[in-house]
């Protein structure tokens, strides 16, 4: 691997590019931080598509294109003398030392729920009216609900084993079946919501990311349906004509495979 010097050469030569395409580029010198920010969620969600896939080349790869905007941000905040590469790297430097202070001071803790609960008390410290503060407003709404579970247990508010979790579980969907009988949409709606909330907390207490798993099931879906869709086309017969019945065949060979 690379040297600090040879990591540090690598940076500022990103650093120069950027200089150079801001003063001369006619696309970049148009960017704002509105423009850019939904290019960064998209550049997000593809480097959480690389680390699903396993594929470390497209990691390398997308973790660029996600320093690139880095950088970019950094590089319009100095514009306007606000702030600068140098303020954004030693603002989260301070942050992590003021957080981990079991290796920066000379608090003691046990394990990593102990490092979980100082951190949000620490965050209390620093002004923070709630836990949830902490929670973007825009995440999709799995996401949001595995990340505002883990802040209030950072703070003891939490089940004690998952046996007491699959309980809720059980219960709530219990309740959205009797929901789903009386016919109402929007108590059905409010009661799924409960029973997605409840499995989503019980595959914290499993160690279970929701979304991580979602995401593979969904990927395991399409390219078995893709195989589906390859084999109809084999046989020149469109999937509208195949029953079900034929259909289940080329599944389960996807399956198999």
Not at 35 to 40: A, D, E, F, Q, W
Not at 125 to 138: A, I, Q, R, Y
Request: proline content about 3%; glycine content about 4%; some cysteine.
């Amino acid at each position: 691997m690379n040297t600090r010097e040879n990591q540090l050469k690598a940076f500022d030569r990103l650093l120069t590019i950027m200089d150079e395409l801001r003063e001369q580029c006619p696309w970049d010198k148009k960017q704002t931080m509105e423009t850019l920010r939904h290019l960064t969620i998209e550049e997000t969600y593809e480097l959480g598509d690389a680390i699903l896939d396993k594929d470390l080349e497209e990691v390398k790869k997308e973790l660029g294109d996600v320093l690139l905007h880095i950088v970019f941000y950094s590089k319009i905040g100095s514009e306007t003398s606000d702030f600068d590469i140098a303020d954004v790297c030693n603002s989260i430097c301070e942050k992590l030392i003021h957080r981990h202070p079991h290796i920066y001071s000379d608090v003691k803790v046990k394990n990593e729920e102990d490092v979980k609960r100082n951190w949000e008390n620490l965050k209390l410290k620093e002004g923070k009216k709630s836990v949830l503060e902490g929670v973007p407003k825009s995440l999709p709404a799995l996401v949001k609900a595995n990340r505002i579970q883990e802040k209030v247990a950072g703070v003891g508010f939490d089940w004690e084993a998952p046996e007491q979790v699959w309980e809720k579980v059980e219960e709530e969907l219990s309740e959205f079946k009797d929901e789903v009988v009386s016919g109402n949409q929007d108590a059905m709606e409010s009661e799924f919501g409960d029973v997605l909330f409840s499995m989503i907390n019980y595959a914290r207490f499993l160690k279970i990311n929701p979304e991580n798993a979602l995401e593979r099931t969904n990927k395991k879906f399409q390219k078995r349906f893709q195989y589906l869709e390859s084999k109809a086309k084999s046989l020149n017969k469109p999937l509208s004509d195949m029953t079900l019945a034929e259909m289940d065949v080329f599944w389960e060979e996807a399956k198999s495979l």
